[in-house]
């Protein structure tokens, strides 16, 4: 079942990676509501994760090169769990072809 936009989840902090560019964290989803019986997917990363911090100029996509050159694990008694809320970005490249255009005149 999809969970919906805006509810809060629950996600442990398993592992962790930085260098001068970044800082990320790698995250494994939690069960979030047993009653209902939903859970977050993954997301089709390699690396599930959040990125922390990046330096001024660096996207955040950057922390999926700095995970896959590896992370570093965190034990089991130092793991956190954050509660998140599902949210969305969504950019769109869609135009209308016959949307009015202004001419001068």
Same mark, same amino acid.
């Given at each position: 079942?999809? =969970?919906? *936009?805006?509810?809060?989840? &629950? =996600?442990?902090?398993?592992?962790? !990676? ?6 990320? *964290?790698?995250?494994?989803?939690? *069960? ?6 939903? &859970? #977050? %997917?993954?997301?089709?990363?390699? &690396?599930?994760h959040v990125t922390? !911090?990046?330096?001024?100029? #660096?996207? %955040?996509?950057?922390?999926n090169e700095l995970?896959?050159?590896? &992370?570093?694990?965190? %034990?089991?008694?130092?793991q956190l769990v954050? #509660?998140?809320?599902?949210? !969305?970005?969504?950019?769109?490249? #869609? ?11």
């Amino acid at each position: 079942r999809d =969970i919906p *936009l805006g509810e809060s989840v &629950y =996600i442990e902090c398993v592992g962790w !990676a930085a260098d001068e560019k970044c800082q990320a *964290l790698v995250v494994r989803p939690q *069960l979030c509501n047993e009653n209902e019986g939903w &859970y #977050m %997917p993954g997301s089709g990363q390699s &690396y599930p994760h959040v990125t922390v !911090a990046t330096q001024i100029g #660096m996207k %955040p996509v950057y922390s999926n090169e700095l995970l896959a050159r590896g &992370y570093n694990e965190i %034990p089991k008694e130092n793991q956190l769990v954050l #509660m998140a809320r599902i949210g !969305a970005f969504v950019i769109s490249e #869609m135009r209308s072809a016959n949307r009015p255009t202004r001419r001068n005149q």
